[in-house]
């Protein structure tokens, strides 16, 4: 079965601290990508990998770095986390490069930022 | 690059009546369409999906149907059961040769028992 996990459901971080959201998946995909759920707003790319180290940006990465060492692990960073970053983070994984690909998504992460 | 609208945030039917949810898009280029379901503190999980050489695709009780002149297309629901209370997202590739997908907002289904 294709799974992607997240290494935490929720979240309570502080403003100005680095925070990392960690996402695994186990189906050897090439792309990887994180999102923010806001309502309203829908679903809305930060960052897109489509192979190890290599990284695009996506609609809203302003506050946000990204991270892909291995190719089952991209990793989110916010450098110094602001309460405008509040929100549910999905990150996503899809088989192959240059091909529209259904995206699997994990469970999410309910961040928050006092 | 890809637009997709969704206009009804939100949309209440009856149980055993069917469920008609829209999706608008901008760039008539692109060929092929996704329904995504999510509910509350779960990812999205994919639906259907729909190529453009169709007009119509078919899946046990979702049906989606592409009007490519309009630029429009919509996911039925027949008959609709309170699982089917969720929110669901279509989606676009972005831009060509690319594994990119652009989402609409999403709209909020509730069925009412």
């Known amino acids: 079965d294709v799974k992607v996990t997240q290494s935490s459901r929720y979240l309570v971080k502080r403003t100005g601290e680095k925070v990392f959201l960690e996402c695994v998946q186990d189906?050897?995909?090439?792309?990887m990508f994180w999102y923010r759920q806001d309502p309203g707003l829908g679903l809305r790319l930060i960052y897109f990998s489509y192979d190890v180290k290599m990284k695009e940006k996506g609609d809203i990465p302003e506050g946000y770095s990204v991270s892909r060492e291995k190719k089952e692990r991209f990793s989110l960073i916010l450098e110094s986390a602001s309460t405008n970053q509040t929100s549910m983070y999905l990150c996503?994984?899809?088989?192959?490069?240059?091909?529209?690909?259904?995206?699997?998504f994990g469970p999410g992460t309910r961040l928050t930022v006092l | 690059d890809q637009q997709v609208k969704q206009n009804s945030p939100s949309l209440s039917v009856q149980e055993g009546r069917i469920s008609i949810l829209n999706c608008d898009y901008t760039n008539s280029m692109f060929d092929y369409f996704l329904w995504y379901k999510k509910y509350p503190a779960e990812g999205p999980t994919f639906l259907i999906s729909?190529?453009?050489?169709?007009d119509k695709n078919e899946d046990g009780r979702f049906t989606v149907f592409l009007n490519k002149s309009a630029k429009h297309l919509s996911l039925h629901i027949v008959p609709s059961q309170p699982g089917d209370s969720a929110v669901y997202f279509c989606?676009?590739?972005?831009?060509?040769?690319?594994?990119?997908?652009?989402f609409g907002t999403g709209t909020r289904l509730t069925i009412i028992p």
């Open positions: 996503a994984s899809s088989p192959h490069r240059d091909s529209y690909n259904e995206q699997f």
């Open positions: 989606a676009a590739p972005t831009n060509f040769g690319n594994e990119k997908l652009t």
């Open positions: 189906m050897d995909h090439e792309n």
């Open positions: 729909i190529s453009s050489i169709k």
